[in-house]
């Protein structure tokens, strides 16, 4: 493993070498390599949705190199290595599971008594993150959580952190009462901007609805693409075999394929 990484070290220090390096490397900057970076973050997630173990190991690869990548170019600035952003990661693993490596750099009274219970693990876990934000001058609870995310976890991330302090609809039954609002806001907006606005504030509702029902609304919407998408391909798959242009076909027609689509998975359903 070590002789690996050390190989893999050597090729991105060669690749950004200002002499003899590859000309596309070594015009390369943070801002530059941080969109490759998500994309290969998500060409991870697909791999492991298509059960794709040959595929994960090789996006495995690709996301780990845009962490070589990143280190290399903070070395050559004089930032930090590869070595610190290890070292860095190994000490926060320890510092968040004090009851497994021991308390660290924050005291057993942060934690209060531990039972044991998945919910005393994740409690514990988000207040050791939480002293970790204020030692860093952390001023609002949202701090820290990044403007890069998806837009759909992000908010699912703002709406957690914000009820960590007590901001948060009781139930579920508050928060699907707010989304018909917002429906009915967004279908009385009469401008652009205001459409944008109030169409954002639905999703939102949303995603509160969602989050209170114990889901993950970045899992849900991507378990509803590609069931659209399973299906879509169906219609056009069966429109085919059946002689017809299914861009031609009317609504009409259209959705007797996306019934048929429908009622088959339902029958093929264990």
Not at 61 to 85: I, K, N, S, T
Not at 127 to 151: F, N, Y
Not at 229 to 247: L, S
Request: aromatic share 6%; hydrophobic share 45%; glycine share 8%.
């Amino acid at each position: 493993m070590a002789e690996s990484l050390a190989r893999l070290l050597a090729i991105m220090a060669r690749l950004r070498d200002p002499r003899n390096g590859c000309e596309w490397d070594r015009e390369q900057t943070f801002a530059t390599i941080a969109p490759y970076t998500i994309e290969e973050a998500y060409e991870v997630a697909d791999a492991i949705e298509r059960g794709d173990h040959d595929g994960l190991r090789d996006e495995l690869g690709d996301l780990l190199l845009q962490v070589v990548f990143h280190a290399r170019m903070a070395q050559e600035a004089g930032l930090f290595g590869f070595d610190d952003v290890a070292a860095s990661i190994a000490a926060k693993l320890e510092r968040r599971h004090p009851h497994i490596f021991g308390p660290h750099i924050f005291g057993p009274h942060i934690f209060g008594e531990d039972t044991g219970s998945d919910d005393t693990q994740t409690d514990r876990w988000e207040k050791l993150k939480a002293a970790e934000r204020a030692q860093g001058g952390a001023t609002s609870v949202l701090d820290g959580i990044a403007l890069a995310l998806p837009a759909l976890m992000r908010a699912e991330k703002l709406q957690k952190r914000a009820a960590r302090v007590g901001f948060d609809w009781p139930d579920v039954a508050g928060a699907a009462a707010k989304v018909g609002e917002e429906l009915d806001e967004l279908a009385a907006a009469s401008t652009e901007n205001e459409r944008v606005m109030e169409a954002g504030d639905l999703l939102f509702a949303a995603v509160n609805v969602i989050r209170h029902m114990g889901v993950a609304p970045e899992d849900a919407l991507r378990t509803a693409n590609a069931k659209f998408e399973r299906r879509f391909r169906a219609m056009e798959q069966a429109a085919t075999h059946a002689g017809d242009d299914f861009a031609g076909l009317g609504p009409g027609a259209q959705d007797q394929l996306w019934q048929a689509v429908k009622r088959s998975e339902r029958e093929e359903a264990p």
